[in-house]
């Protein structure tokens, strides 16, 4: 069944706008940036509406969510007055310079925002590599499970990112999309 899956999210420096594309390409969803103002484009609320799920996105900036992205969660106040969020599955990612740099707390922030939504929640459903012989580019390196959390070293360019987390990013992905499929 085809389930309409948006990922909506804020990118600075790009990194968390390759992530979300291997988001989409797992879930086969549709991107939905937060520009450098911290607005949609025309016409994206009402793609939110419309949408089965969720995937927000956000960098690590400080140890949460980027100002921009605040900006949306904080104008969302609008839907969540309506309930116009409630029962859509939602997930989150993020992505910052340092392997751990507080990510978790982004993620949180996100979740708190989802279930205040009334949303349904997918996290990574990935096992962790965390056994002496894991590599860099493995399967969920980080071992996030509330929602995916990958690292790009701060003078590495989109071109020069993790392996592992972009395959990682393209599995949360399927799992948010057969989720979505399931709740149907």
């Not at 549709?30 to 969720?54: F, M, Q, V």
């Not at 707390?105 to 990935?126: D, E, N, P, R």
């Not at 989109?158 to 948010?176: K, Q, S, Y």
């Amino acid at each position: 069944m085809s389930k309409n899956i948006v990922i909506v999210y804020h990118s600075g420096y790009g990194h968390t706008r390759r992530i979300a594309e291997a988001v989409a390409e797992g879930s086969r969803g549709h991107l939905l940036a937060i520009d450098a103002e911290g607005n949609l484009p025309e016409g994206g609320w009402e793609r939110l509406e419309a949408a089965d799920a969720i995937i927000f996105g956000s960098p690590t900036y400080i140890g949460n969510v980027s100002w921009q992205f605040k900006k949306f969660v904080d104008q969302s106040s609008k839907v969540w007055i309506t309930q116009g969020w409630k029962d859509k599955l939602g997930a989150a990612f993020t992505n910052s310079a340092s392997v751990n740099g507080d990510k978790q707390t982004t993620l949180y922030t996100i979740f708190t925002m989802a279930q205040q939504h009334g949303m349904l929640w997918a996290g990574t459903g990935l096992m962790p590599s965390n056994a002496k012989s894991a590599q860099r580019d493995d399967v969920n390196y980080l071992s996030s499970f509330a929602g995916l959390a990958t690292a790009t070293p701060s003078d590495a360019s989109t071109d020069e990112m993790v392996a592992g987390d972009l395959r990682t990013a393209v599995l949360f992905g399927e799992r948010v999309r057969a989720s979505a499929e399931r709740l149907a």
